[in-house]
């Protein structure tokens, strides 16, 4: 599956930069300095300037990406489930010797 990124509108005055990493992928929008034409851009700031972007840029950025998802799911029923097909298999096996013995 490939996966392309582009943003449908760039206001005037700022420069898009697209950094990839694995499946992180980061749009960074800069400010062109005022006055300059050439179009060099301001260097991104390194304080985010709220509490929302500081969380998804460490999120991102963060090695345990390579991890399963977590959803949720519960372990106990996985065992409830173990005995209930052991002893579904046990209750079979015996009733099976039964009628082999009562056919003899």
């Known amino acids: 599956m490939c996966w ?21 992928v980061v749009l960074t929008n800069t ?12 260097p991104p700031s ?4 709220d509490k929302t972007t500081d969380k998804t840029v460490n999120k991102t950025t963060d090695k345990t990406s390579d991890k399963l998802p977590q959803t949720g799911q519960l372990w106990w029923p996985v065992l409830v489930l173990l005995f209930a ?6 209750v079979g096996r015996v009733l099976r010797d039964r009628k082999e013995e009562k056919n003899r």
Not at 31 to 42: F, H, I, L, Q, R
Not at 85 to 90: S, V
């Open 4 to 24: 392309s990124v582009s943003e449908a509108e760039v206001p005037n005055g700022y420069t898009v930069a697209v950094a990839r990493e694995g499946n992180t």
């Open 31 to 42: 400010a062109k300095k005022p006055g300059n034409p050439d179009g060099e851009v301001n």
């Open 46 to 49: 390194k304080k985010p300037t």
């Open 85 to 90: 097909g052991a002893i579904c298999l046990l």
